[in-house]
């Protein structure tokens, strides 16, 4: 899979970087099922990222990871996520980074207001979001992500 440098894209938010266990020198992996369009976003650092990870690598998914923390988020790619599965499954309450927020950016959200705090803070976008032939998952599930690349169920 060829992954242009992100000086080569139209916009630095939308860089790439490739997923963990590919040689960060290496941009081919010749031992991954052909998937077409698979993104992953998040940061790395995140436990529930790094478990998504290693079970898109070793399922032999190909995938691009998109980090938020290196990258941001495009306001067109978060606005289209909130119309096609509104602002609630995405906006991470849990982490500390909403608990820190002022009682006044926490309450009375609405969808302008989720997508404002997710594009000033992407560590409040839940993670990880995928993307693949146009369906998005919010959060990890082995026996979703099973289901959806089509792989025998954990058990």
């Known amino acids: 899979m060829f992954l242009p440098a992100a000086s080569q894209l139209a916009s ?31 940061i790395p650092n995140c436990d529930t990222m790094k478990k998504a990870r290693l079970w898109l690598d070793t399922h032999r998914i190909a995938h691009q990871f998109h980090d938020y923390k290196k990258s941001g988020i495009a306001p067109a790619l978060l606005e289209g996520w909130v119309r096609q599965l509104g602002w609630e499954p995405l906006l991470n309450r849990a982490g500390t980074t909403f608990r820190k927020l002022p009682d006044a950016d926490k309450s009375d959200l609405t969808a302008a207001k989720a997508i404002a705090l997710m594009l000033a803070q992407p560590s409040l976008i839940k993670r990880p979001v995928l993307e693949m032939d146009r369906q998005i998952l919010v959060g990890f599930k082995p026996e979703i992500y099973a289901r959806n690349f089509g792989q025998p169920a954990p058990g």
Do not use: E, F, N, S
């Open 12 to 42: 630095p938010l939308l860089a790439i970087h490739t997923c963990p266990l590919t040689d960060p020198h290496t941009q081919q992996r010749t031992d991954m099922v052909k998937t077409q369009g698979v993104t992953i976003y998040g």
